[in-house]
């Protein structure tokens, strides 16, 4: 008993050390951003000894804050609904689908998550810019490639919950005349909760954080999101780091709130979205 004990004193200091770590980068920008710019240079670990709200609105206005707010709002909030829909139904349909065509293209939908993006980019950009199909540089486009990035993932997380859902409940609802579709909609969907909010969070965290396939797609500047406004801050010769932790600040609050009304479902999507 004394042994288990321990180990679990063990398990709960080294909890808070990865704790404090993980914490470490945000207690940076959250102290950084109320200070001045020479006080960030010369003490970056030290409080602020004046507190400069100024940055924030400062920040507000060189980095477009409210417009690039609404471009991330409006390509997480179309590429995350986007991806539950198409990858919950697809998840259905490989699940209660048993024949080869099913399980192959499942295999295929786990082994493409170990691709990185990195590893696509160059052709990925030959293909859709101005030597491929030509599509436009918008925020439309932009979420219909984070829905073919993020179907892998989702599909996965949806056909390990739905496979245990008792077939049972579709030969009910087959013999009172709905159709598959219907019975996806009605009865299957709507128990999909907890794992549709993992599906959401975890997309919803990728897509307002990722700068790389912004900066490749959207060139313009009313269309850009936060993470790329974000970069006004740094310049070749000089960086103002007090108005960039404030801008990093702003781009945060939004997705941790999101975060926070979430994350009691997030738990409970992650283990029963696992289990194969």
């Known amino acids: 008993m ?35 710019k020479r006080q960030v240079v010369n003490d970056p670990l030290g409080f602020p000894t004046e507190i400069r709200w100024e940055n924030f609105v400062d920040a507000i206005n060189k980095m477009g804050y409210w417009q690039a707010l609404g ?8 590429s995350v609904i986007a991806i539950i829909i198409t990858s ?7 699940s209660r689908t048993k024949n080869k065509f099913s399980s192959v293209t499942f295999l295929v939908l786990v082994a ?8 696509l980019m160059i052709p990925f950009v030959g293909f859709f810019g101005q030597r491929g199909l030509s599509l436009p540089g918008n925020q439309f486009t932009i ?32 013999i009172d005349g709905a159709s598959p579709f ?8 709507p128990m999909l ?7 959401a969070i975890i997309n919803a965290l990728w ?39 404030a801008g990093l600040l702003l781009s945060v609050i939004p997705i941790l709130v999101f975060y926070f009304v979430m994350q009691k479902r997030i738990i409970a999507g992650i283990s029963a979205g696992a289990v194969k």
Request: net charge positive; charged share 15%; aromatic share 20%.
């Open 143 to 174: 979420a219909f490639f984070y829905v073919g990035f993020g179907v892998a993932l989702s599909t996965f997380l949806y056909h390990g919950f739905i496979s245990n859902i008792p077939y049972e409940l579709d030969e009910a609802a087959a």
């Open 88 to 94: 919950s139904m697809l998840a259905y349909y490989l």
């Open 207 to 245: 897509i307002w954080n990722d700068f790389l396939l912004p900066s490749l797609v959207l060139n313009e500047t009313d269309q850009k999101t936060i993470p790329l406004r974000t970069f006004v801050f740094y310049g070749k010769y000089t960086s103002d780091y007090g108005l960039a932790m």
């Open 2 to 36: 004394k042994r288990a004990k321990r180990i679990n004193l063990f398990f709960f200091i080294f909890a808070c050390v990865l704790a404090l770590f993980y914490a470490f980068p945000f207690f940076l920008v959250l102290i950084n951003a109320f200070k001045e």
């Open 193 to 199: 909760g907890p794992v549709t909010a993992t599906v």
């Open 112 to 119: 493409s998550m170990i691709v990185p993006f990195q590893a």
């Open 182 to 189: 219907k019975t996806f909609r009605k009865i299957i969907f």
């Open 71 to 78: 471009n991330s709002l409006l390509i997480t909030t179309i």
